[in-house]
């Protein structure tokens, strides 16, 4: 094992690895394959190379929010990016959103609904750190010039709450298309935040609840007969599997523009104490939250068993780029639904989650 590895990472290797984590590798990433950096300073690299960053949000996790407002602020992101899609965001609300984020006096209890009334989110409560989300912009636009501020492109399909649609409209073309009119052939940049399981590529097939990979948004509505569907439209009647998008925003993207998406996928954390003392030790050495390149996951964990909490397959490279890493699984919490609520523990979340949820990744 190269010596300039961690003093750290050589302990875990030799002594947690071998007796506890028998599949891991064990080996650190050959000299050759890209180093971890601090998720920020990565994004924006990654920016050199590609017009569109594609992050997988892992929704609801404060340390997500965290990121995005560290993101929002830092000098280059409105001089070298300058635009967002956000799936947490209905377009009917769009420009409700650009005079909000551009400093004018707009009614705070309409410019909520762009992020409570989404058709994707459903007609929950949403977490805090949307709502940061949005105030972020607009902080950090009363600084700039107008030319120079960040643009927010609303990504779910325009939703008037008080005339529901009758047929679910397909979520991922129209944040796609977004993404294509906007972005892509005017030559702009962008970051995508959205759900992780909207940038599955072409060839890669999505299971069914309860089989490993499959989706996380999963409920058992009343007179389904056990059938699992996802989030209900806002009349409150479920949708069935078949009525969802046929092509994936990662899917449209990567058709229409080969090879200009780089896509980076949130680390759920590991089941296995042992899986998540290595990588934890490999992130050592930077600042978390910290972007590793999947290429190095492979090499840390070749041939591993251990399983992420969520069924997201992290260290597949057909999927993503990099994975982002937000700490220990121990070290995270959920953001906030209602003020003065304290954040829940991530793990304490996890024993909440529908166990068709909890699967082995594949």
């Known amino acids: 094992m190269p010596s300039r590895l961690p003093k750290l990472l050589r302990l875990i290797s030799v002594m947690v690895l071998a007796s506890v984590c028998s599949s891991c590798s064990g080996a650190a990433p050959p000299a ?28 609801d996790v404060l340390q997500m929010g965290d990121l995005y407002v560290q993101l929002l602020r830092h000098p280059a992101f409105a001089k070298q990016v300058g635009n967002v899609v956000f799936e947490a965001g209905n377009a009917y609300y769009q420009e409700v959103i650009d005079r909000y984020i551009n400093g004018e006096d707009v009614p705070y209890a309409e410019v909520r609904k762009a992020w409570t009334t989404t058709l994707g989110f459903g007609p929950v409560a949403m977490a805090a750190m949307y709502e940061q989300f949005y105030q972020a912009v607009r902080e950090v636009n009363q600084q700039l010039p107008p030319e120079e501020r960040i643009k927010v492109w609303l990504g779910d399909p ?8 009758t047929t679910r409209p397909d979520r991922d073309a129209h944040f796609a298309g977004v993404v294509l009119e906007q972005i892509l052939k005017p030559g702009k940049k962008a970051l995508l935040i959205i759900g992780a399981m909207h940038l599955l590529p072409a060839g890669v097939s999505i299971p069914k609840p309860g089989e490993p990979g499959g989706p996380m948004m999963v409920r058992i509505e009343p007179g389904s007969g056990g059938q699992p569907t996802l989030m209900p439209v806002p009349t409150g009647q479920p949708v069935p599997m078949e009525s969802l998008s046929k092509e994936l925003v990662g899917q449209i993207l990567e058709r229409n ?17 042992a899986c998540n003392q290595v990588i934890a030790g490999y992130a050592a050495s930077v600042t978390t939250p910290a972007l590793i390149p999947v290429a190095t996951l ?13 069924p997201l397959p992290t260290g597949n490279p057909r999927w993503a780029n990099a994975v982002l890493y937000l700490g220990p699984p121990e070290t995270l919490s959920m953001s906030p639904k209602k003020a003065g609520e304290p954040p829940q523990p991530y793990l304490e979340w996890l024993k909440t989650v529908p166990q068709p949820m909890l699967v082995p990744r594949p």
Do not use: N
């Open 32 to 59: 050759a394959v890209p180093q971890a950096q601090p998720a920020v300073a990565g994004i924006l690299a990654a920016f050199e190379q590609y017009p569109v960053v594609a992050l997988g949000e892992m929704h």
């Open 158 to 165: 325009p939703l008037e709450p008080q005339q529901p649609p």
């Open 257 to 273: 523009y080969p090879g200009k998406t780089f896509v980076i996928i949130t680390h759920s954390g590991y089941k296995e104490d």
């Open 298 to 310: 492979t090499a840390l964990f070749e041939r591993s068993d251990c399983q992420e909490w969520l």
